[in-house]
């Protein structure tokens, strides 16, 4: 149980016992040989850390604004698809409870299978919204205007998925949302009984946010295959924010000409993300395009950053190279598959008291305090 967890692996290790195959190797599988998956995880060991030695630690302030959304700590649950899937009674507003409860920035998806609204009624906390444009703009439109009225207060574009990326793992385990029935379906739910309950005694799991899904036919990602427009460019991302008004971010970029467009059409945050090696496999791991993105951004938005954080140490590593804070996926979703709420608190709880003493190890009590003084980068 949560007791003999210590860390995000052992999360990974609970979820892994207690949800169905297909279903956990959604969360944990990426595209293709899963290479930037990997490396998104494994390039934090090339930057190493220098401390400050004697530094009056008594008092640690970790809290902090992200896109004037304030938070505890600068950790952002990062918006991620059908969370009833992981855990069918909780989802959502399971994670959305323990983000609040941590005094963390929650972010919706687009694809959840909890609606907006419920979701507003649930939280107090900082709320973020998530969005792909689509080719019926009045879909978008529609979705805006309610995260608005909730109280939503920042929105986030993503642009790394112009097609869906290639999950082997899916295809071999007939993976689709929601879960079609066959052998190799049952055989994997019957196997997780706790699981088995919850679904068969909740609500079907559907889209929240959105009507006109065909589950029937080729399921929520066929439809969405479908709806996003594959002409999309940087005009739409410019209407986009226009239509919101509100702070803005664009997630998934890589490049520093492409952070310098998201500056030119008014992000107010630059996102480095590969969709958690999801998308195209062999593209760069965050931390090794963070300090390019920076240096091209200048100051001008606030840089959010994701990929393989998995403790304290990979947090103050990001924001020592100049992000303004971490969005973490992973981390909280196999919290949510090993024990629902608790399992996302423990998460967020292990992340944030590793942070805290991390930061007491570094020698630093305010995050403003963190430069690239602090960090070893590897050679070229
Ligand atoms: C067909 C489009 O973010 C994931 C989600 C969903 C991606 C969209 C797929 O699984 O990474």
């Known amino acids: 149980g949560l007791h003999s967890v210590h860390n995000i692996d052992d999360l990974r290790a609970l979820a892994k016992k207690r949800l169905p195959r297909m279903v956990f190797d959604y969360i944990d599988g990426g595209a293709d040989d899963e290479v930037t998956l990997r490396a998104n995880c494994s390039r934090y060991d090339a930057y190493a850390l220098n401390w400050k030695a004697l530094v009056d ?30 855990h069918p009674r909780g989802g959502e507003t399971a994670v959305a409870r323990a983000a609040d409860a941590s005094g963390l920035i929650y972010s919706l ?181 963070l300090p390019d993105i920076v240096h091209a951004v200048d100051g001008q938005a606030e840089v959010i950053l994701d990929g393989g954080i998995r403790r304290g140490t990979d947090i103050i590593k990001a924001l020592a190279l100049g992000a303004r804070a971490v969005a973490i996926g992973r981390p909280y979703l196999y919290g949510l598959g090993a024990a629902g709420e608790a399992g996302v608190g423990r998460a967020l709880e292990f992340l944030t008291t590793s942070l805290e003493r991390d930061l007491a190890l570094t020698g630093v009590t305010r995050l403003s305090e963190l430069g690239p003084d602090f960090v070893r980068r590897p050679p070229l």
């Not at 998530?130 to 929105?155: I, S």
């Not at 952070?259 to 107010?268: L, P, S, V």
């Open 57 to 86: 630690i008594s008092k640690i302030d970790m809290t902090t604004t992200v896109m004037g959304s304030p938070c505890a700590a600068p950790i952002i649950v990062t918006p991620t698809a059908a969370q009833r899937l992981f």
């Open 109 to 289: 998806s687009t694809l959840g299978s909890t609606s907006i609204e419920a979701i507003a009624a649930e939280t107090d906390g900082p709320k973020w919204f998530q969005v792909y444009v689509w080719k019926d703009r009045a879909v978008v439109e529609t979705m805006l205007e309610r995260a608005r009225a909730a109280g939503f207060t920042g929105l986030i574009l993503t642009v790394d998925v112009p097609v869906a990326g290639n999950r082997e793992r899916d295809l071999r385990n007939a993976f689709t949302v929601p879960p079609k029935i066959s052998a190799k379906t049952v055989s994997q739910i019957l196997a997780s009984p706790r699981y088995l309950f919850d679904m068969l005694t909740t609500p079907k799991i559907t889209p929240a946010n959105f009507a006109d899904a065909d589950p029937e036919g080729d399921g929520i990602m066929g439809y969405i295959n479908r709806q996003f427009d594959r002409t999309v460019t940087w005009e739409d991302a410019r209407w986009m924010k226009q239509v919101w008004g509100g702070p803005f971010a664009i997630k998934g970029i890589v490049r520093p000409d492409d952070a310098r467009r998201c500056i030119d059409i008014g992000a107010d945050a630059v996102w480095v993300s590969n969709h958690g090696g999801r998308q195209l496999d062999g593209s760069t791991a965050t931390i090794d395009a």
